[in-house]
Each structure stands twice: as C-alpha cells, then as structure tokens.
C-alpha cells in the first residue's frame, strides 16, 4: 500500500485524458488504485470562461 499525488499542468491533457493516463498506468505497474481525492487550480488562479484551455493543473490524490 501507500499514496500517490500525481498532476499535470498541460492545456493540451484534458481531465479525462489525465485520469485515463494514470488509469492505465496503474494498470500497467499492476497496482490497484483508489482515487480518494481530485483537484484543480486554487481560488486564488481564477479561470476565464472563454479560456478554458486555462484551467489546465490536474491533480488526482490516490491510495494503493
């Protein structure tokens, strides 16, 4: 067992894709995982609506 925060801060990976990464990554380590928490930018790193390529920090908190 044991924790894992990973994160990405790429415009180009969107949520889905990140979480589909990791997914196969655990898949392909052979480590079941759990994600127990998923985050983003702060309140402080506002995000434009017609930006929303900005809000691109992916944050996935997870337990094996």
């Known amino acids: 067992g044991g ?4 994160s990405s801060c790429s415009q180009h990976l969107s949520r889905d894709q990140f979480r589909d990464v990791v997914v196969a990554a655990a898949a392909d380590a ?3 995982a759990t994600v127990v928490g998923e985050s983003g930018h702060p309140p402080d790193h506002p995000t ?4 929303v390529e900005g809000e691109d920090l992916n944050i996935l908190w997870l337990r094996a």
């Open 3 to 6: 924790w894992l925060v990973t």
């Open 30 to 32: 052979g480590r079941p």
């Open 48 to 51: 434009a609506l017609a930006h």
